[in-house]
């Protein structure tokens, strides 16, 4: 199984751009879906972003569509979240996720989760 590490998170303005990071170990990621989560205080975790195995195609929610982009480095077994013009409602502990084969559309699909990294957009 693969263990994921995320980082780059912190606390941003709104308008703002943070980019986050997920560093693989275990495994190599090259046959992984690979995507963002993310969950903010008393609500359920959600979809953000999923990109293939090949990095191919990539799907994002709509909440995030134009703003957000993933993208990977199969070499360095890393995941990338660029986030730009960041919302207050934006704020929420971002988790990276693998699925083995597929693409992680759905938290019930996941094979592996990272511990998450905290974004706060405020002002």
């Known amino acids: 199984q693969v263990q994921l590490v995320e980082s780059g998170g912190g606390l941003v303005q709104p308008g703002g751009s943070l980019r986050l990071s997920c560093a693989a170990s275990g495994r190599t990621i090259s046959q992984y879906g690979m995507g963002w989560f993310r969950q903010a205080p008393g609500k359920e975790r959600e979809f953000v972003a999923a990109i293939t195995w090949s990095g191919s195609r990539t799907y994002y929610a709509d909440s995030v569509k134009g703003r957000f982009t993933i993208s990977r480095d199969n070499a360095k077994n890393t995941v990338y979240l660029q986030m730009s013009s960041l919302k207050a409602e934006d704020t929420a502990v971002y988790y990276c996720?693998?699925?083995?084969?597929?693409?992680?559309?759905?938290?019930?699909?996941?094979?592996?989760w990272g511990q998450g990294t905290q974004v706060t957009v405020s002002s």
């Open positions: 996720a693998a699925d083995w084969m597929g693409v992680p559309h759905t938290a019930r699909t996941v094979d592996s």
